[in-house]
């Protein structure tokens, strides 16, 4: 399961090879989440319409290895963007990836950019 | 120096004897009549008197000892020492120039001479005379109460009888022989126990429907009862004896026709009667039901004639208390000696702690409390036998009285409060956790709870993890806590729990606590309730614009989500960005990211036709099945872009959503009841089914649960639900407030006998008046154990309308009744709303990363890493 977790790497902006189209913004819930697929990847997509912003990241929670992220209610805490795991309610930021409770975990984000109604995800694979 | 007067000492006149005669002919004769308890307290009092010298005391007693202890009169069971109970020993009285006369019962007063007549037809004179008589057990008129066997419990030869009389049916027997005591109050309690310890087994019969009924309310006077049952001893309510059986001795008691318990001996413990019968010879003014009427001063209606103790009848009432009696004493010392300003005081303490070995009893002021007076504050921990009720002023400021049962280690610091009117905390909870600081005793707060107990057990954490995050770490709030220990972060069942903890850590701190939602809303559910009710907010995002800040987080969307539908019957289908994922996708999400489904089966009742339905559809989808405990069938493994699929076939068929993902109404479960049972008394099931399809898709605080029972056999286990009812001759009885889960508790009772219309009408009200005023994720039971007032309050509103509020209610829940709909068949037949389920918005693959392993005939999630 480890090796599942290896394939998500954090993207930054600098580093896109390929700008991936997961479709129009109007396919995606408002301040909500959703989940697209890229090869064999599950990446969870958040439409933050309150502040205007996108985040990606993993979908896989890394405590239990469920592909659920993309499930879980977004808000923020202290200003930070974050998701709530449904499962155990294990809050990540979407801005760096990091547990906001301190543990270990970690999730790989990535960068969204809209360009002409529609949302793209940044990978450098 | 001696002073006697007596008609056996020969009179020699001397010059000494005559000077001796002048000073006593000087002296102020008293007499006491009784040498009881308070009788003896009244010489004790006397001659600790500066000019006591100039009175001369007569006491007579009837009994033939001098005054003992009564209060520990059960003691004399373990050691049959009368002496050790001997409040003093004759010479005492001697010393102290006081003449005692046992044995001689006082027939007759003759005011006009100042006379008093003994049995012995002995003439005495006084110039004050002190009627000490006390009480006699109350032996009410019941058929057969005069056969040997019959006991009353209030002298030492009163227990010698038993004691003998115990030995007698004992002997040679080698079964446990049973003994009664009737009467649940203080006194039969204690009587029990003596009972017990002579080898009896002890059966208690109350005729009211609780245990000491002065002081205890009902649920104390259940917890008692479960405590007293655990000891052996057995407890029968609500029982009014007919008829005591048996020739010549007693062999056993009738209550009903076939209703009686086999006993061999019988402790009359009902209650008691002042000893006044010397008052209505002589005319003294008495009271309508008995006592001889007294003034502030214990003045009877003759000056010169006082009465204290249990004889007395003081603001037209008998105090069977020690404490009252001392105190009586202590007013007539004074106003014979000439300190005419003490008097009795307006108030009597009625406080009392049964010392009943075993069990701890105390229940002091104002047990009850009627709501024009204050609120009250109610712990109950029911495993462990524990009560505790406070009850505050409305303004917060005064301790009015309380009851505690089980543990009363707090019961000396509550009554000095409640005795001085000393200050209480501002938040009165506190109260009910005083032992903290020292650390034992008291399992009265989630404070009071063992360090070392797991809290948390999804994650593991103690109560001692949780208070040391606050109290020696860092953490400043619920958030920080939850963050550092992840206490919560599992099922969340531990959250009430925690947030308590939490709560009270942080006050022990001094620091302030506000019941707050989350960081983004400054208010308590109720108050975010009424905002966007009366506001008429429109959705989520309009709320957080209106009454919060920030961008929101999975604890207030989920919360207002369930405000929305408590208010407008709104379905999650209309803000799913809001939901909890279980709501946003109207299914149960289980272990490895699938979900179950589980249609309404209202009431248990299924066709045939409908299991085959719900089996073809689990066949085809290869989902497994399980039977719920709520009488309906689950079925797990579904992805998410089959629960239309799923739902469509369900629908078609005849089903509709059963809303056990939602904070909803759950099931009402029923048994059989009339229709087939051969007890039962009506039809439950009919009336489950009616109930449940009534509250469907109700959405609350917390998950419901009702049940429904066909007879007091109760097997639908009505009463571990949030409601429940059980037929009853002449309707049903409503209990509210139960559940079963983590910590379980039983329903209480809120109304009796009632119609189904009445039934549906006072559940319309407690459920929404529920609805209304309940936190977040917080389920019936806590809520009326929070609620001030407790059911008593409950009741109030929900019966008697004392807000004014139940039309309102009733409105409201028919307005929510009214515009149900099935979610899922709203979702299924929008083509928009079902663009959701769907793993990938840019796929129509499915997650692969799914794996089920085979499980009996079934399958199920392969296991977590
Ligand atoms: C088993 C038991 C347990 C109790 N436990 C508690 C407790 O825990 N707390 C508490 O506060 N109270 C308790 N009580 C009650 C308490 O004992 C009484 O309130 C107290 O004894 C009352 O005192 P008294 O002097 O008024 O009456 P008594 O103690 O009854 O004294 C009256 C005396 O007067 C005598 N007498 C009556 N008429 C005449 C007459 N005409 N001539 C001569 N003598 C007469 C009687 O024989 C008796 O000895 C208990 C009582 C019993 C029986
Ligand atoms: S009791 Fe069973 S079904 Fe309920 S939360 Fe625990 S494991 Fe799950
Ligand atoms: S509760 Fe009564 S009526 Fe219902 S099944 Fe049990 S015995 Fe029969
Ligand atoms: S699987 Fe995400 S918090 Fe446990």
Redesign the interface.
Known sequence: MQDILSKYQTVLEADVTTWFEVGQVSDFLENSGACIKYKDKQIAVYNFTRTGKWYACQNMCPHKMENVLALGMIGDKDDIPKVACPMHKKNFSLEDGSNLGGEDYKIATYPVKIEGGNVYIGFSD | MLWFFHKHIPYIITYNYLVLCLKYVDMKKIIVVGNGMVGYKFCEKFVAQENSKNFKITIFGEEPRPAYDRVHLSEFFDNQDAKALEMAPREWYEEHGIELISNERITDIHRSSKKITTSKDLHYKYDYLVLATGSAPFVPNINGIEKKGVFVYRTIEDLEGMLAYADEIQKGRNETVKAAVLGGGLLGLEAAKAVMDMGLEPHVVEFAPKLMPRQLDRRSSNVLQEKLESMGINIHLSKATNKILGDGAITGMEFGEYDKIDVEMLVVSAGIRPRDELGKTCDLKMGTRGGIVVNNKMQTSDPEIYAIGEVALYNNMIYGLVAPGYDMAEVAVSQIIGNSHVIMPEDIDMSTKLKLIGVDVASYGEPFMPVEKGYSVVFENKTKDLYKRINVSHDGKKLLGGILVGDASDYNMLHQIYLNGLPIPEDAEELLIGSRGDGEGGFGSVMDIPDAAQVCS?ESITKGDICCSITEGDCNNL?DV???T?A???C?GCKPMVVDLVNESLKSLGKEVKETIC??FDFNRQELYDLIKINKVKDY?ET?NLFGE?????I???LIASIFASIHMETPNKQ???Q??ND??LAN?Q???TYSVVPRVAGGEITPDQLIVIGEVAKKYDLYTKITGGQRIDLFGAQIHELPMIWKELIDAGFESGHAYGKSLRTVKSCVGSTWCRYGMHESVTFAIDIENRYRGLRSPHKLKGGVSGCIRECAEARGKDFGLIAVDGGWNLYVCGNGGATPKHAVLLAEQLDDETAVKYLDRFLMYYIRTAGPLVRTAPWLDKLEGGIDYLKQVVIEDSLGLAEELEQEMQGLVNKYECEWKQAIENPEMIK?FK?????D?T?D?LVFVPMREQKMPKA??
Do not use: M, Y
Request: proline share 5%; charged share 25%; net charge positive.
């Open positions: 999804c958030g939850i963050a550092k992840k919560t972060t599992g969340g960081e983004h995002q957080l920030g961008h929101g987080c999975e207030c969307k989920p799913p960005g809001i909890d994922t946003r996708f999400i272990r490895n990211g959701r793993h990938f918005v840019n796929s693959d997650d990363n977590w890493v």
